[in-house]
């Protein structure tokens, strides 16, 4: 074990308290064979916290009980309807995983509702920042875009916290609505990828008339005919059967002029997938669930698990590749945001997702959770994962 990698710990009960309980015995025994190894280390400072949504009720009561266990780290975290670990995937139950770093305290700062992101004014710069939000915030995608600019980089990485009772967020403290997180100064290295998980099945089309979230035209040609056209229908199929194909038609959203499929068949990183929420038949529109503005392109997709697997082990290969070709870094922890519509349902058995992470990046300490949204950049997008790779000096 390096001496500046993260620890990491995962359990499951129906009871928070003897899972907490599991989890701070795994970190606890995981520092002391540490401290025999190699002496006097650095102190662990920040953790991370996700909590399955059973859990929900009681995330102030974890949040004292972590800080009465493991004084001197500040937590942040957020809830999910499922929660990961390195090779591991709790969906459905109730289950928490932990993960603390032995970060330079002067590195990083938590932010919330109650406490910004501070001025580059106070001598901490803001390089990147993991953020955790509650999708109905108003006017969320606004708070992304402004918090990125408060940022060197631009760049955040996180998710949306998914829950069927309470979402909640934490960042010392546990927050309701809004957003929360810590930034992360430019001493502390990180490599971060979006894995798309939807496949192309037409060509990328111009939006060439719009209104709100109404698509009137693509290419010059009335919305509807180009899906039909895309997903190979006729122009006369009855209603229902309509429906039932436009049902699995998501849209892929290409606003960056430079993202552009580097992969046949394949999106790139700044796509983001929205769904196909109506059809007006009578004037040929369609209705997305997004914004959509002249200019704009769009292909019509769908979800592929194939198409998913592939793009994960890529970009987790492409970080692991770009850390060991560096001069003298390496892996400290990571972070996995995944969509809740993922898995290892969706990629074919218990664990999969994380099993595919875990076997193209190595054996490093992860800890995630399966969002309602995950954020990369300045972008919410849907159906994807984002890894967040953590590097120290070797």
């Known amino acids: 074990m390096s001496l500046a990698s993260f620890v990491q710990a995962h359990a499951a009960n129906v009871d928070w308290r003897v ?46 009980e972590l800080r009465l266990r493991l004084p001197g780290v500040a937590w942040v975290g957020t809830i999910g309807v499922g929660v990961a670990a390195s090779g591991v995937e709790y969906i459905d139950e109730p ?48 708070l992304l875009q402004e918090l990125s600019t408060r940022t060197a980089t631009g760049y955040l990485f996180g998710g949306l916290s998914s829950a069927r009772n309470r979402a909640v967020h934490m960042a010392d403290g546990v927050f309701t609505g809004g957003l929360s997180g810590v930034a992360f100064g430019p001493e502390v290295g990180l490599i971060s990828r979006v894995t798309q998980g939807c496949q192309p099945i037409g060509p990328v089309r111009k939006v060439t008339q719009a209104e709100r979230n109404f698509v009137v035209s693509l290419d010059g ?61 009578q004037h040929h529109v369609l209705a997305i669930a997004e914004e959509i503005e002249p200019g ?23 970080i692991r590749d770009e850390i060991e070709s560096g001069a003298g870094r390496q ?29 193209a990046l190595g054996d490093v300490s992860l800890v995630g959770f399966f969002a309602g949204g995950e954020i990369a950049r300045h972008h919410l997008y849907g159906y994807t994962g984002v890894l967040t790779v953590f590097t120290t000096p070797g």
Not at 30 to 48: C, K, M, N, V, Y
Not at 335 to 357: D, I, K, N, W
């Open 296 to 318: 704009m392109r769009l292909a019509f997709c769908t979800r592929n698990a194939e198409a998913a697997q592939l793009d994960l082990v890529r970009i987790a290969t492409e």
């Open 331 to 359: 892996m400290a922890g990571a972070v996995y945001v995944s969509c809740s519509g993922r898995g290892g349902p969706h990629f074919g058995a218990r664990h999969a997702e994380l099993q595919t992470v875990r076997k």
């Open 221 to 281: 040609r009335p919305a509807l005919d180009c899906v039909l056209q895309d997903l190979g229908l006729e122009r006369d199929l009855p209603d229902d059967e309509l429906s039932q194909a436009l049902s699995a038609t998501l849209v892929g959203l290409i606003t960056a002029a430079e993202d552009v499929p580097t992969r046949p068949g394949q999106f790139g990183a700044d796509t983001v997938v929205r769904h196909l929420v109506g059809v007006d038949r």
């Open 95 to 142: 289950a928490v995983v932990l993960m603390v770093a032995p970060l330079p305290r002067e590195s990083f700062r938590l932010f919330s509702g109650l406490q910004p992101v501070p001025a580059a004014s106070s001598g901490f710069v803001a390089h990147t920042a993991l953020v955790h939000a509650e999708g109905s915030t108003p006017n969320l995608q606004e």
């Open 19 to 64: 899972a907490l309980a599991h989890c701070q015995r795994q970190i606890q025994t995981q520092i002391a064979a540490r401290a025999a190894q190699q002496g006097e280390s650095a102190p662990f400072t920040l953790g991370w916290c996700y909590l399955s949504d059973y859990y929900a009720p009681a995330a102030e009561a974890i949040l004292d």
